[in-house]
């Protein structure tokens, strides 16, 4: 098959997973700026579902994105390791934005498998985490995985900047993409190993941005979806969408362009500068590993 695929893995349970992991590690990487009022039942739920009861996950690590509420308080109450981003500029130098963030998250983790959840839904369960990690534990040819979520009517669909921007630029210049339900959503689970080949661009770019160089690095069938029911979280105000679409646009057409064009430039790359992994400290209740940088860059959306 060379397609996107949907994967049926509503049989599988976390203690089924559990004995296919064959020593791979999982890590729950959560990205939070100012989730004070949603994080905390999201970790407490992982933590005693995937954690105490059954050990599906390793580590469950909460990136405080420089929050100005009590998100890193009630994250480490509810049993995350907590790591400031302040942290991880200050080994690597500083970024902004989503990708930014998903990127740091990758630095002071360690699992092979990394499954990222945003810090605001309000209908999370920790059969999500199962669900997502399913394909990369059973196939080794998938690099990532994405959810098909039903959007109340009152959220839009698919999301205001999904239907209106990211998926009519997948269906114009990358059909072969276009039956991935939510490309642009926060929850996902990763491998490491084919991520970290991979630049990783800053800001809302960075989930069209992924999808698309993993189906150029490994073919549209290194990407699987998943079922996970009902999500709902908290919205964003239009203003603030208005800048997601242009730079979610912004980063797709530059992709395109730069892969149709022979002979056009790379996009602007800060390096990243390499290091051994550090002696795992701890941070705010739990252990964290530092990592080396994913693929040595970080990519600016031109």
């Known amino acids: 098959m060379t397609g996107v695929r949907t994967f ?20 729950l990487c959560i990205p939070c700026r100012n ?20 050990p599906l996950l390793d580590e469950v690590i909460v990136l405080d994105d420089r929050s100005t509420d009590d998100t890193a308080a009630v994250a480490a109450a509810a049993g995350a390791s907590v790591v400031p981003i302040d942290l991880v500029h200050a080994e690597h130098g500083a970024g902004d934005g989503k990708g930014n963030a998903l990127w740091a998250t990758l630095q002071i ?14 209908t999370f369960t ?40 990211a998926r009519p630029l ?37 989930e069209i941005a ?9 073919g549209p069938a290194a990407i699987a979806q998943v079922e996970l029911g009902e999500r709902r979280h908290r919205h ?34 800060r390096a990243m500068p390499e290091r051994p992994p550090a002696s795992p400290p701890r941070v705010d209740g739990g252990p964290h590993a530092q990592r080396l940088s994913v693929g040595g860059n970080i990519v600016d959306a031109q």
């Open 236 to 269: 964003q105000p239009l203003s603030a969408l208005a800048v997601q679409a242009t730079e979610v646009m912004a980063t797709a057409l530059e992709r395109v362009q730069r892969r149709r064009i022979a002979g056009s430039p790379e996009p602007s790359v």
């Open 210 to 218: 992924m999808i698309l160089d993993i189906a150029h690095e490994y």
């Open 109 to 122: 983790s360690f699992g092979d498998v990394v499954v990222w959840c945003d810090g605001d839904v309000t």
């Open 35 to 54: 989730e004070a009022a949603t994080v905390g039942p999201i970790v407490a739920a992982a933590c005693d579902a995937l954690l105490d009861r059954v």
């Open 126 to 165: 920790p059969d999500w985490i199962v669900k997502l990690v399913a394909p990369l534990l059973l196939d080794e040819t998938v690099a990532i995985v994405k959810p098909v979520f039903e959007r109340p009517t009152d959220e839009g669909g698919g999301g205001r900047t999904t239907e209106l921007v």
């Open 170 to 206: 997948l269906t114009l210049f990358e059909p072969e993409l276009s039956r991935i339900a939510q490309p642009l959503a926060g929850e996902c689970a990763i491998r490491r190993g084919m991520i970290e080949r991979l630049p990783i661009v800053q800001g809302w770019g960075a």
């Open 8 to 27: 049926d893995v509503a049989d599988w349970t976390a203690e089924r997973l559990v004995e296919a992991k064959h020593g791979r590690t999982i890590s």
